[in-house]
């Protein structure tokens, strides 16, 4: 009985807390790009694979590594293009 008064006890102190806190769960970046997400995960498991591989492995990754920070420089000067273009655009109008 008195294992199920702590349970109750807990139960009550997490349903008070979930009520009053103001976190939220989920996904909390609301303007980012996913494309860029995606390639900075990326770059990072590539370049922590790269420090820890070694011989024809670490040379993969760092090969990878290099392009997928290429890859994510050519999405983000397509980015910028894209905007200063819609921008100039919506100002014409």
């Given at each position: 009985m008195h294992i199920l008064s702590m349970m109750l006890a807990m139960k009550h102190t997490v349903i008070c807390l979930m009520e009053t806190s103001t976190f939220?769960?989920?996904?909390?970046r609301k303007d980012t790009c996913s494309t860029c997400d995606e390639l900075v995960l990326k770059i990072q498991y590539a370049e922590l694979k790269a420090a820890e591989g070694s011989g024809e492995d670490?040379?993969?990754y760092k090969e990878e590594h290099q392009n997928l920070v290429t890859e994510?420089?050519?999405?983000k000067r397509r980015a910028e293009i894209f905007y200063t273009t819609s921008e100039s655009s919506s100002k014409a109008i």
């Open positions: 939220h769960l989920g996904y909390p670490q040379q993969q994510h420089d050519l999405h």
